[in-house]
């Protein structure tokens, strides 16, 4: 099983703030993503990259925007947050035919 | 493309009852099925998964689903429930030969009633 971390957790923010929510792991795994969680509602991808140097968008349109320069790490930027952001983000794992394995996600509320 | 449908959205069952959650999914290609798990305020915790072979696939806790081809149907059961397995539950559907993104459906909350 792959150890997947969020941070913040948590993130209360005002209106035009330059936001990152970090996403690590630890098992080497080449493929990593983003979703985007409403309450009560399905995930949709934001997000996906197949390893170093690789981005794509994901099936939802969306105003972040990603980068993965090491192989352990895939941040999610949000330039200027605005109230429609505010959501569940959580990010995933996975090694080739293997298992999504997701971190704990980040609670974003924009104010 | 890819589509998952779960017919519930809310399911309240009494403790140590069985339970079924329905799982319908939309393809043109074979597919992988998983269902996950996810607690309040937590992440999404695989519970099992479909790859091929038998239909039939056991999971943590206790849960099991069958892949029905025919039906193209994928529905998560339990025989007997404890207030701990109160949680939402997602269905989602993958492309083997694709990009392998999942497509989730829109969860179901299983309530338990003690």
């Known amino acids: 099983e792959a150890d997947i971390y969020q941070t913040p957790r948590y993130l209360v923010i005002g209106t035009g703030k330059k936001i990152t929510l970090e996403c690590s792991q630890t098992?080497?795994?080449?493929?990593m993503y983003w979703y985007q969680q409403d309450p009560g509602m399905e995930l949709h991808l934001i997000h996906y990259?197949?390893?170093?140097?690789?981005?794509e968008k994901g099936d939802l349109s969306s105003e972040s925007t990603v980068s993965r320069i090491r192989t352990e790490h895939f941040p999610l930027t949000l330039e200027s947050a605005r109230p429609s952001h505010t959501s569940q983000y959580l990010c995933?794992?996975?090694?080739?035919?293997?298992?999504?394995?997701f971190g704990p996600g980040t609670r974003l509320l924009v104010l | 493309a890819q589509s998952v449908t779960q017919l519930d959205s809310q399911v309240p069952v009494f403790e140590e009852a069985p339970v079924e959650l329905r799982c319908n999914y939309s393809s043109s290609v074979s597919v992988y099925l998983f269902w996950y798990v996810q607690y309040p305020n937590q992440g999404l915790q695989l519970l099992l998964k479909y790859l091929s072979g038998s239909t039939l696939v056991k999971g943590i806790n206790g849960f099991e689903a069958e892949f029905n081809k025919s039906q193209t149907s994928f529905h998560l059961r339990k025989p007997s429930v404890h207030i701990s397995d109160t949680a939402e539950y997602f269905c989602a559907v993958s492309d083997p030969g694709g990009n392998e993104k999942l497509t989730f459906g829109t969860g179901t909350r299983l309530t338990i009633i003690p």
């Open positions: 990259s197949y390893g170093v140097n690789s981005t």
């Open positions: 098992m080497g795994h080449d493929k």
């Open positions: 995933a794992c996975r090694a080739y035919q293997e298992t999504q394995y």
